[in-house]
């Protein structure tokens, strides 16, 4: 199974859908993309919804993590919300609910940053 991913804007909020598997072969495509999608929208906070990513290796939690430091260091917030048992370990593992915030579903993270869903 490949990677599905869908970039929608909902004002000032970049939201990331992930489905699928994201591995080495999908990272750079991955990474390229969501780099592309924060220059070109003018957005500022990020959701990342992993509801339906089954699959992340370690090369997928580089793409967040160098997602959340460009998206940190221009003042904005980056969430993860509805994610997978399996993706959650990886992330519980790491180390990066140490600094990424996780909340419970898209609409919630959405309120969060104070915008209507």
Partial sequence: MSLHVDFIVKENVLLVRLAGELDHHEAIGLREEWQAQLAQNNVGN???????????????????????????????????????P?????????????????????????QMLGVAS
């Fill in 46 to 84: 990020v959701i990342v919804n992993l509801e339906k990513l089954s699959f992340m290796d370690s090369s997928g939690l580089g793409v967040m993590l160098g997602r959340y430091k460009e998206i940190q260091a221009s003042g904005s917030e980056m969430v993860i919300c509805s994610i997978s």
């Fill in 86 to 110: 399996e993706v959650r370990r990886l992330f519980d593992l790491s180390g990066m609910f140490k600094i990424v915030k996780l909340v419970d579903n898209e609409d919630f993270a959405l």
